[in-house]
């Protein structure tokens, strides 16, 4: 972009940060960068600019790059979660195009800043991951950079299993592991108990650590891991309040790509364009919302389900829709039969070498896309016991929903799991018509 496209660019941010406002939006401040497609590319694959260095990352900013050179991909933008918040545009995309875009990121901020799901995020998240980034850089410095990225490999290996909730119960502190101290004994206790002649004890904690199935993972490997250091401790918590930072992002991805797109369009339909802009418009509009066969376009999804929505009640109802739901509710609540026969959604699967039509009874497509979302598609693993066979072993069991672990992909993990816990490690699961427990002992693998 020349200083020309810049300053019509820089005055249209204005008209459409207006027209937003009369539409109903009310998002955060936010402040636009435009940046060339390498930039683009970095941010994209490290999710925050600035965040700590691991070789996934340099993986998938390869393959970003690879796919925008070959011409089967493009990132249009990346907007940062914060208050305010802070969008990159292309610098290569026209001026139109970077102005739909600047509708889109309004419409995602707007809904970070209002969906339930939002409300717990770090805003200053983006200064957190520098500061983050730096401990770690200091942690390379002091115990070498094969070490730490080694360490790394094991706590990113289980990122996704953390719990986000507003509240977590406390867990008792298995054996080996630092344990809170005492509650402090004062002159004035008895004076809680008239008529004994001293305070009943405490009911004994039950052996069993957890008392109940905890699937916060990475948390309970931080507060009961045996032998880890100081600084493997503080890694372990980087890696999971970042992880909690982008939980909501994946839990909403639907509804707000989906938002996000029934904003632009509203934007810039209100706006004064002329004929070419609008040709323009209508052909990147149609490009991002392109409906595939074999997997689901966000944008399209959810903005169908949006515009059904304002169709079937008013615009109060879309805003409450917005705020209240996740992937997973969006769906089960307002993906209808009219819908699944409009957006021609069915199950398939491979057969031989050809991919077959197997359902397209709604209710069925609707169930699988949810079951699909749930955990967004991980495996959902909880611990079970932290002192298994009273010797400190971890024992974690796979919630079977249908779906068969990877074996290869989950004794590698298993791996990776003991270098983190200490001891040996076994995991429950379904294979076929059995139950097995998978265990690591640091030497080999055994199934039962």
């Given at each position: 972009?020349?200083?020309?496209?810049?300053?019509?660019?820089?005055?249209?941010?204005q008209?459409?940060?207006?027209?937003?406002?009369q539409?109903?939006?009310?998002p955060?401040?936010?402040?636009?960068?435009?940046?060339?497609a390498?930039?683009?590319?970095e941010?994209?694959?490290?999710?925050l600019p600035?965040?700590?260095?691991?070789?996934?990352y340099?993986?998938?900013?390869?393959?970003?790059?690879?796919?925008?050179?070959?011409?089967l991909?493009?990132?249009?933008?990346?907007?940062?979660?914060?208050?305010p918040a802070?969008?990159?545009?292309?610098?290569?995309?026209?001026?139109?195009?970077?102005?739909?875009?600047v509708?889109?990121?309004?419409?995602?901020?707007d809904?970070?800043?209002?969906?339930a799901?939002?409300?717990?995020?770090?805003?200053?998240?983006?200064?957190?991951?520098?500061?983050?980034?730096?401990?770690?850089?200091?942690y390379?410095?002091?115990?070498?950079?094969?070490?730490?990225?080694?360490?790394?490999?094991?706590?990113?290996?289980?990122q996704?299993?953390?719990?986000?909730?507003?509240?977590r119960r406390?867990?008792p502190?298995?054996?080996?592991?630092?344990?809170?101290?005492?509650?402090?004994?004062?002159?004035?206790?008895?004076?809680?108990?008239?008529?004994?002649?001293?305070?009943?004890?405490?009911?004994?904690?039950?052996?069993?650590?957890p008392?109940?199935?905890?699937?916060?993972?990475?948390?309970?490997?931080?507060?009961?891991?045996?032998g880890?250091?100081d600084w493997?401790?503080?890694?372990?918590?980087i890696?999971?309040?970042?992880?909690?930072y982008?939980?909501?992002?994946?839990m909403?991805?639907?509804?707000?790509?989906?938002?996000?797109?029934?904003?632009?369009?509203?934007?810039?339909?209100?706006?004064?364009?002329?004929?070419?802009?609008?040709?323009?418009?209508?052909?990147?509009?149609?490009?991002?919302?392109?409906?595939?066969?074999?997997?689901?376009?966000?944008y399209?999804?959810?903005?169908?389900?949006f515009?059904?929505?304002?169709?079937r009640?008013?615009?109060?109802?879309?805003?409450?829709?917005?705020?209240?739901?996740?992937?997973?509710s969006?769906?089960?609540?307002?993906?209808?039969?009219?819908?699944?026969?409009?957006?021609?959604?069915y199950l398939?699967?491979?057969?031989?070498?050809?991919?077959v039509?197997?359902?397209?009874?709604?209710?069925?497509?609707?169930?699988?896309?949810?079951?699909?979302?749930?955990?967004?598609?991980?495996p959902?693993i909880?611990?079970?016991?932290?002192?298994?066979k009273?010797?400190?072993?971890?024992?974690?069991e796979?919630?079977?929903?249908?779906?068969?672990?990877?074996?290869?992909?989950?004794?590698?993990?298993?791996?990776?799991?003991?270098?983190?816990?200490g001891?040996?490690?076994?995991?429950?699961?379904?294979?076929?018509?059995?139950?097995?427990?998978?265990?690591?002992?640091?030497?080999?693998?055994?199934?039962k």
């Amino acid at each position: 972009m020349d200083q020309r496209d810049v300053a019509d660019l820089e005055a249209g941010l204005q008209e459409i940060w207006d027209t937003a406002a009369q539409l109903g939006l009310d998002p955060y401040p936010v402040h636009f960068e435009v940046v060339p497609a390498p930039i683009m590319h970095e941010f994209g694959a490290y999710g925050l600019p600035g965040r700590f260095s691991h070789w996934t990352y340099g993986r998938a900013y390869q393959q970003l790059k690879t796919l925008y050179d070959y011409g089967l991909s493009k990132i249009y933008e990346l907007v940062i979660n914060t208050n305010p918040a802070y969008a990159f545009l292309v610098d290569t995309n026209s001026v139109l195009q970077n102005k739909v875009v600047v509708a889109h990121v309004l419409g995602h901020v707007d809904f970070f800043k209002h969906n339930a799901y939002f409300q717990l995020t770090n805003r200053q998240m983006l200064e957190g991951a520098s500061v983050n980034a730096e401990r770690i850089r200091q942690y390379e410095f002091r115990h070498g950079s094969r070490e730490v990225e080694s360490f790394l490999d094991a706590v990113l290996s289980i990122q996704e299993h953390v719990e986000f909730s507003v509240r977590r119960r406390s867990t008792p502190t298995a054996a080996g592991s630092r344990r809170p101290a005492p509650a402090r004994e004062t002159p004035y206790d008895d004076l809680f108990y008239v008529g004994s002649e001293r305070p009943p004890e405490p009911a004994a904690a039950p052996h069993q650590v957890p008392r109940e199935p905890e699937r916060d993972l990475l948390l309970f490997i931080a507060e009961h891991a045996r032998g880890l250091e100081d600084w493997q401790l503080d890694v372990v918590h980087i890696v999971r309040a970042e992880q909690l930072y982008f939980r909501p992002q994946m839990m909403t991805k639907i509804i707000n790509e989906g938002w996000a797109a029934f904003c632009h369009a509203r934007i810039m339909r209100a706006m004064d364009l002329s004929a070419s802009d609008h040709l323009e418009f209508s052909r990147m509009h149609a490009s991002v919302l392109s409906p595939s066969r074999r997997q689901l376009n966000p944008y399209y999804l959810g903005m169908k389900l949006f515009e059904d929505i304002e169709r079937r009640w008013d615009s109060d109802k879309v805003k409450e829709v917005r705020e209240l739901e996740s992937d997973v509710s969006f769906l089960r609540n307002y993906l209808t039969a009219e819908l699944v026969e409009e957006l021609d959604l069915y199950l398939y699967e491979r057969k031989g070498n050809e991919w077959v039509v197997v359902d397209k009874d709604w209710e069925k497509v609707r169930d699988s896309l949810t079951r699909a979302l749930t955990n967004f598609g991980q495996p959902y693993i909880v611990v079970k016991d932290g002192d298994f066979k009273s010797n400190g072993e971890l024992y974690l069991e796979h919630f079977f929903e249908g779906q068969e672990l990877e074996i290869p992909y989950a004794t590698r993990t298993l791996e990776q799991v003991f270098r983190l816990w200490g001891r040996t490690v076994h995991l429950a699961t379904q294979l076929g018509e059995k139950s097995a427990v998978l265990s690591f002992d640091g030497r080999e693998h055994t199934r039962k």
